[in-house]
């Protein structure tokens, strides 16, 4: 088996070029259609997943925490979406959001008992910091100009 | 809620739920992790996360726009955030959710190269600043 890191890699890469394909999709189609074809593009891999495996030898348990896992991401999806739809700007909500992953750090230490050592805890930090200050994006020209002129 | 003319914000109660959400997601693959491998845990998220999608459509009640560039990109979202999701689970296998989740949280840093390279979009100092805090963080975690 491979070190950890590479699958992250794979994750982090895949996971990066999907935030590119996101701005090219929301270029030409709405949020809310873009959504329709990204489940479709999930569902195209299916096959290839059942053709290498099936769920045979699972026991229920697991099979609700992967089912409720996914359910569970999926609201959070729709969270996201309905807080711009609120009037967030994506320049602060977006960021905020990206800090997710102290939620999973919070749960896994309380209830998984996983203690990270002194290195690990500021790796963490700085991973958490700088996946926040990545998905910070300035106001768009227009929006500043709407600001500047509303301060007027 | 509302303190002396601060008003807490509704959007920040979706960002918040969307937080909890997401992390909450984060604990239930590893523990599904611990049983179940990547391929297995992919099946089921994506068997899983099915309804959610098809309620927000209904609710939505988006008119489908059928733009090809939109379409195949759009797919390609679809595809690439479920290989990625296979990578997150495999690593899950043999480190604490603790450790791996804020790494793979540091998937903005390809999009903004890309963005940089591609899209011609510049970086700010922010996000200059937060990539090498990304870098540094992935040498200490590698150790």
Known sequence: MLHWMVYAGIAIAMWGLNGLFMKLGTNRISAHSMVIWVTLGFLLLLPFLWAETGLAGLNARVI?????????????????????????KASVAIPLTALYPLCTIVLATVFLNERPNAVQWLGIGLALAGGAMLSYETAPVAEREEQLHCAQ | MQIEGWRFPNWLWYALIGIFLWGLWGFLSKVGAEAANPLQLQILFTLGMLPVACAMLLRTGTKLERNHGGIIYGLLCGIATGVGTLGYYAALRTQAASVVTPVTGLFPVLTVVLAFV???????????AGMLLALASVVILSI
Do not use: D, I, S
């Open chain 1, 64 to 88: 609700f925490v992967g089912l409720l896992g996914g359910a569970v991401n999926g609201l959070g999806n729709w969270a996201v979406f309905a807080c711009l739809e609120k009037g967030a």
């Open chain 2, 118 to 128: 591609l899209l011609r979009e510049r970086l700010n100092k922010v996000q200059m």
